[in-house]
């Protein structure tokens, strides 16, 4: 992914400040929502780190915190190398190449990001390194598609979530997930409030009002199609249609 792609500015702003110089890192709007959500003095993995310029935003704002970039491509890879190197972070930021959570040792972090990847593959990395992450109090996670993978996969391993964002930003909506580590079992939560997340309904706010009224004629569009097939998928359809209700009851059937 390269750096326009992403819209991500990097703005070496020389700030004179009363520790001197300071460089500055500014991301996408998307991106600077994660990093609020990153706790204070964390020591945190970046899962899919691509440029490091989350960590390296992080760290520069917050002197106690440590990061480990991991990233599975070697351009990106080196990319993110280079920017540790000149944002002169290599003693805070170990950038790692690796599969997903391969890259942390048990105990070595307490909040693990992984960002900008579809739903299935978070929710899979997630499960594959899930014996690395016992200790993990704060996972925050933004599926670009299918989030519900990504909330089922916490509620059935002991995480539940604390808070959810939505915001809009180029034309894509995407949404947060933040979820902490707690003992016993989580109280499930309903399909339809995994399928559009019990935070984000709750708090109805306009980035989600937009993206599901953009959803609702797609959809129908859809199961149109499917109920004319030759051999409609009467499960799938079944399905749609649920998904359907789920998003009319909550945004209205007009809106
Ligand atoms: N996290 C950044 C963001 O949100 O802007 C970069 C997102 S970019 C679309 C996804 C990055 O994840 C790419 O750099 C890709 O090489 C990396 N990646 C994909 N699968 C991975 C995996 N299994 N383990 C580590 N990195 C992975």
Redesign the pocket.
Known sequence: ?NEEG?R?IIQKAFLFTWGGLVDTIHL?S??RY?ANYIPSGATFA??????A??PCYVCLRDEKAKAIA????E???QSALQQVKKQQLTDRIDVRK???LS?IQPNEVDTV?????GGT?IK??LHDGRHRIHNVKRIIA?P?VDARSVRKWLYSHHYRLVDEKIIEEDGYYYEILVAEQQAGESKSLTEKEYYLGPFLIENKDPAFVAKWKEVIPKKERVIQNMRKAKQPDTEKIQAFVQELTWIKEEIGNDS
């Open positions: 992914m992403f991500i996408s998307r991106l994660v970046d899962i899919g780190s691509d440029h310029y989350l991991g990233e599975l491509n351009g990106p890879y690796g599969d997903g890259v990001v992984i960002a900008g990847m593959l899979n990395i933004q670009n």
